[in-house]
């Protein structure tokens, strides 16, 4: 006996019904890899599809979507018998994120130097002061390390530099190729450093000098500072993972550098002093 054929009406409330279906994915894939990008969740974490399914007050069908594309992605692994888990990132891929991401960057960032708007410069420089004043906040709180909404705030403007250096490139590609190495940096990164105020000193200063050369339209000097502000993080981050697996604090920083770092903070907060 033949099927009836569906009613255009059944038909249409099918597509409906899909395409809802796909709109929660989305949503749930979106919130989980923001979630990710934020440290909420990091490298070894255990996911929660119950957790995840009441917070976003939805079932666990689309759920588990987001959880298949981010393992496709290589964010999130499977372990039998235990779970889905934040993936791990072994030294190798530590060193190719860099890689990838210092090639990228350094491309973006010559032509930033040539052709952002004033605009952008501006927004580039206000990033930068953005940094300074996480930084003030965390310097008067007296805590040994950058954590809680000094370090979100920190974090939060230190990313969005480098993605305007990046979207001032006008690459698609290349920023397509970007968000998913940002995306494993933020993941990979979270906990290999222990953000004292040398620390976080040295990476402002690092993207200062970035904004003042492109401020110049100074494309060879924006590269330069650029690619030792990469090669520096790089270098963190591989110091970190290595004290990590052998059980060891990291190595104290070079103290030229925490003095030209902390010399640096000091004259920026004194010439960015908050408004009374």
């Not at 395409?19 to 996911?47: C, M, N, P, T, W």
């Not at 300074?132 to 906040?137: G, S, V």
């Not at 979100?152 to 490139?169: E, Q, V």
Request: proline share 3%; charged share 30%.
């Amino acid at each position: 006996m033949k099927k009836k054929p569906r009613s255009k009406s059944a038909s249409r409330k099918a597509v409906a019904a899909s395409r809802e279906k796909s709109k929660l994915g989305d949503f749930a894939y979106k919130h989980l890899k923001q979630k990710l990008l934020d440290g909420d969740l990091v490298a070894g974490d255990k996911i929660s599809e119950v957790q995840l399914a009441e917070d976003l007050g939805m079932s666990r069908t689309p759920i588990r979507e987001a959880i298949r594309r981010l393992e496709v992605e290589g964010v999130l692994e499977p372990v039998a018998s235990s779970g889905t888990f934040v993936k791990q990132a072994g030294r190798l891929t530590i060193v190719e994120v860099y890689e990838l991401r210092i090639a990228i960057e350094c491309f973006a960032v010559q032509k930033a130097a040539r052709r952002m708007k004033p605009t952008q410069v501006q927004q580039l420089q206000e990033l930068c002061d953005e940094m300074l004043e996480a930084i003030r906040e965390f310097r008067s709180s007296g805590v040994p390390y950058m954590k809680d909404a000094s370090l979100r705030r920190y974090l939060n403007a230190d990313m969005s530099f480098h993605l305007l250096l990046l979207n001032a490139a006008e690459n698609r590609l290349a920023q397509t190729i970007y968000n998913d190495l940002n995306l494993r940096s933020a993941i990979f990164g979270f906990r290999s450093h222990e953000r004292d105020l040398h620390h976080v000193a040295r990476v402002w200063l690092q993207h200062d000098r970035v904004a003042r050369a492109v401020r110049q339209r100074d494309a060879k000097a924006a590269l330069q500072a650029l690619e030792k502000h990469m090669f520096s993080s790089m270098e963190a981050a591989l110091e970190a993972y290595d004290a990590l697996q052998a059980g060891r604090s990291r190595n104290e920083p070079n103290q030229e550098d925490l003095a030209e770092a902390m010399a640096g903070l000091m004259a920026g907060m004194n010439n960015k002093q908050p408004a009374a």
